[in-house]
């Protein structure tokens, strides 16, 4: 059975730092495309960043120069480090994973999904 775990969310001063960890298990995704999605409250779940099973990176454009992603092929881990967090940021974090070719902002092309984790960033 394919699982996704996060870890790494919690409660942070705007201007403050986290990182979120996703740990998937079951299956190699080596191969898979990994990335961050998140969801604010009323408002849809939206791609933050994700990478390639080549290394190729895409970033939303409000978290570009603050966020970073990063992935350990041989561990099926992927990460997320969040930097000048904004109260904006706040939402659920969800990790998934893709086995399309190309990066897909649409959320109906990922195959798997983490539970998620809250990030709360306070003003």
């Known amino acids: 059975q394919v699982q996704l775990g996060e870890s790494g969310g919690g409660l942070v001063q705007a201007g403050g730092s986290l990182r979120l960890s996703c740990a998937a298990s079951?299956?190699?995704?080596?191969?898979?495309?990994m990335g961050w999605f998140r969801q604010a409250p009323g408002k849809e779940r939206e791609l933050v960043a994700a990478?390639?099973?080549?290394?190729?990176?895409i970033y939303a454009d409000s978290v570009l120069g603050r966020f970073t992603i990063s992935r350990v092929y041989a561990k099926n881990t992927v990460s997320l480090q969040m930097n000048s967090l904004k109260p904006e940021d706040t939402a659920v974090y969800y990790c998934?994973?893709?086995?399309?070719?190309?990066?897909?902002?649409?959320?109906?092309?990922?195959?798997?999904w983490g539970q998620g984790t809250q990030v709360t960033v306070s003003s």
């Open positions: 079951g299956r190699a995704f080596s191969n898979y495309t």
């Open positions: 998934a994973a893709s086995s399309a070719n190309v990066i897909v902002r649409d959320q109906r092309f990922w195959d798997y």
């Open positions: 990478m390639s099973s080549g290394g190729t990176t």
